[in-house]
């Protein structure tokens, strides 16, 4: 392997192929160890050197990187089946701002066209594990990014402009907090700023109260009790929905004429006494979580489409009313899920930053809403699987609110 590498530096150096410098890969090579890193992404494969050498530290690495050049993805290719870790590293021919990559990342490496830093970033943080790092390179590009250096040539000074830009970006971003390091050519190692949180934004049905899969059977009780029939693909898209948006869903699918309202209403009143009879359930770990977070003087508010009135009873039915600060309900706001109106007004009921708030949710429609909002959100999938938009856009997704208190616990 060591011939390969020594090879591998010479090409680059004859065909002016740019690779991490030594100190700069040194610095990789012990961060990827250091912090026991399996799973990367790699923007710019080059001729694969990183890849492999990354791959070279243990053998439960895997990487996924992507080449646009295809004379360099040739060589990589080559490289990378010399070095035997064809079944280790995935390589893409492909331009990184149009392909689509799928998966959670411990760590993201961006070392491809400078000027595009920023847009990679973007495109690709949501890839990002959440205790995950991004490790940008080329930030010094070779002293030209210092204010004091003398650039005669327009087009590196508009690369140097974007690179300057960049770092910008870094410094100023409020979720991400960065540290610069004067190695190699320049490289800066982002993280998530928080990985706690101080407001707790809770949806109620489905997340914290055992109340779809009742409301779900009541819907097809009744339907059925009107003649037609009610497929749990038609109620799956009522989760987490106003009753406005329930009725446009209703009207549009359901196979019948009679009056939304009227079944709507049925479906309530059959809720209300089943909850009667056997009392409103609480989801697995509610409790728990609630009496950590109150322990912790977190603030919390319940953010539910459900109306005002039936929302408090069943949170008083169960238990946990004294739990929360505030309760926003469908009727406080004029947007419905995914519209962000719901958390905003939530968040605001608090008093936290968004960036100090997480958003508790069992709905895709209410992690889009999160999102919309501009709020982290950790799903916790109920009824239905989450979707590809929901796995990108969640901060993590948990089976229950049990595993949420052991992040909590081992993040505090």
Not at 77 to 90: C, L, Y
Request: glycine share 6%; with cysteine; charged share 30%.
């Amino acid at each position: 392997m060591e011939d390969l590498i020594k090879r591998m530096e010479k090409y680059a150096v004859d065909f002016n192929i740019p690779i991490m410098q030594a100190e700069g890969m040194e610095f990789v090579l012990d961060f990827v160890n250091k912090h026991q890193i399996k799973r990367i992404l790699e923007i710019g494969a080059a001729i694969g050197y990183s890849s492999i050498r990354m791959c070279m530290l243990d053998d439960e690495i895997h990487v996924t990187t992507i080449e646009r050049d295809p004379t360099r993805y040739n060589e990589a290719v080559k490289n990378i089946k010399e070095a035997g870790f064809e079944n280790r590293i995935t390589l893409i021919h492909g331009d990184a701002l149009e392909y689509e990559i799928t998966g959670e990342y411990d760590f993201i490496f961006i070392d491809a066209a400078k000027a595009q830093y920023t847009k990679f970033f973007e495109r690709f943080v949501p890839n990002l594990n959440k205790n995950g790092y991004i490790i940008s390179d080329n930030l010094s590009f070779h002293g030209l990014v210092d204010p004091n250096a003398n650039v005669e040539s327009r087009n590196v000074r508009q690369l140097v402009r974007k690179i300057r830009n960049y770092i910008s970006y870094l410094e100023e971003n409020e979720t991400f907090k960065t540290t610069f390091y004067e190695l190699g050519d320049g490289i800066a190692v982002t993280e998530y700023k928080n990985k706690s949180f101080d407001g707790f934004i809770f949806d109620m049905d489905g997340l914290i109260i055992d109340s779809e899969s009742v409301s779900q059977k009541n819907w097809q009780k009744v339907a059925l009790r009107h003649g037609f029939e009610l497929p749990v693909e038609i109620t799956n898209k009522f989760l987490g929905r106003s009753a406005k948006d329930v009725q446009k869903i209703f009207e549009t699918e359901a196979n019948t004429d009679i009056d939304f309202w009227t079944i709507k209403n049925e479906v309530v009143n059959e809720n209300l006494k089943q909850f009667e009879k056997e009392g409103v359930k609480l989801m697995p770990g509610v409790r728990d979580l609630l009496e950590y977070l109150k322990s912790k003087n977190k603030r919390m508010v319940v953010a539910t489409s459900t109306y005002h009135d039936l929302a408090i009873d069943r949170l008083k039915m169960a238990g946990i009313y004294a739990y929360f600060d505030a309760v926003v309900t469908g009727d406080m706001v004029k947007n419905s899920k995914p519209d962000p109106e719901i958390f905003l007004l939530a968040r605001e009921k608090i008093g936290v930053s968004k960036l100090n708030s997480v958003v508790l949710e069992d709905s895709n429609s209410g992690i889009e809403a999160a999102h919309n909002a501009g709020i982290r959100s950790i799903m916790v999938p109920g009824i239905v699987s989450p979707s590809d938009e929901s796995k990108r856009n969640s901060f993590i997704i948990v089976d229950t609110l049990i595993d949420f208190k052991k992040y909590l616990e081992e993040n505090e």
